[in-house]
């Protein structure tokens, strides 16, 4: 069956430190993978697409890779910062056009000061 | 900006009330989607629809129901609300046309039936 799983539900880390947000994907062939910011009480907000045939993509302190052969996605936030401290979720595209994506269950990061 | 606003940000109703939950964007998007977002289950899919008066079960469409009857404006419909409906119900648009294809949501309805 397709399932998405984000490595843990919740994740802690010190400020300064990089957090690495993991999406594990089973029975997908995304050609597309996006990440989304939500705060609590809040519709998620876009923060980066990266595509199949790419391997890293970054947007100031982010980082995110795309492993196909792994089914994986990493997320990186260097640096990190307590206004960081958010739930993350990844979404896949399910028809390859990148009209309709699939989101997984999300990792609620928080960064400690 | 971009914006996507929804009726309600709280509402709760009775079991057996016929609810209808409201979602209006200003960017002139093609793509149109309901969600429900449930604690452990993550955001999943009711309904979307690619166009005008066009609308496409997503994975949950049971006991929901979905009208476009204009571009910016996506109606979706509980017929009969129960109590396992309670949840958090996100709109979102988008543009087929415009890579990196971000979903813009609006703030969600937290929908509680009684």
């Known amino acids: 069956s397709q399932k998405i799983e984000q490595n843990s539900e919740a994740l802690n880390i010190q400020e300064g430190k990089t957090a690495t947000l993991t999406c594990n994907y089973t029975?997908?062939?995304?050609?597309?993978l996006q990440w989304y910011r939500q705060d609590p009480g809040r519709g998620p907000v876009f923060l980066l697409l990266?595509?199949?045939?790419?391997k890293e993509k970054r947007k100031e302190r982010l980082k995110v890779t795309f492993d196909t052969t792994l089914k994986q996605s990493l997320f990186h936030i260097t640096a990190s910062q307590p206004a960081d401290s958010a739930t993350y979720l990844c979404a896949l595209d399910v028809d390859n056009y990148g009209q309709n994506f699939v989101f997984g269950p999300g990792t609620r990061l928080s960064v400690l000061p | 900006d971009v914006k996507v606003t929804q009726s309600s940000r709280y509402l709760v109703k009775r079991t057996g009330e016929k609810v209808f939950l409201e979602c209006v964007q200003d960017?002139?998007?093609?793509?149109m989607f309901w969600y429900r977002q449930d604690p452990g289950l993550g955001l999943r899919l009711i309904y979307f629809s690619y166009d005008v008066k066009m609308k496409e079960k997503g994975d949950i469409p049971e006991g929901y129901s979905v009208s476009r009857e204009k571009k910016e404006r996506f109606s979706l419909i509980l017929e009969s609300a129960s109590t396992n409906q309670t949840s958090m119900y996100l709109c979102?648009?988008?543009?087929?046309?415009?890579?990196?294809?971000?979903?813009?949501f609006g703030p969600g309805t937290r929908l509680t039936v009684t």
């Open positions: 979102a648009s988008s543009s087929p046309a415009l890579a990196p294809y971000e979903q813009y």
């Open positions: 029975n997908y062939s995304p050609a597309y």
């Open positions: 990266i595509r199949e045939n790419e």
């Open positions: 960017m002139d998007h093609e793509n």
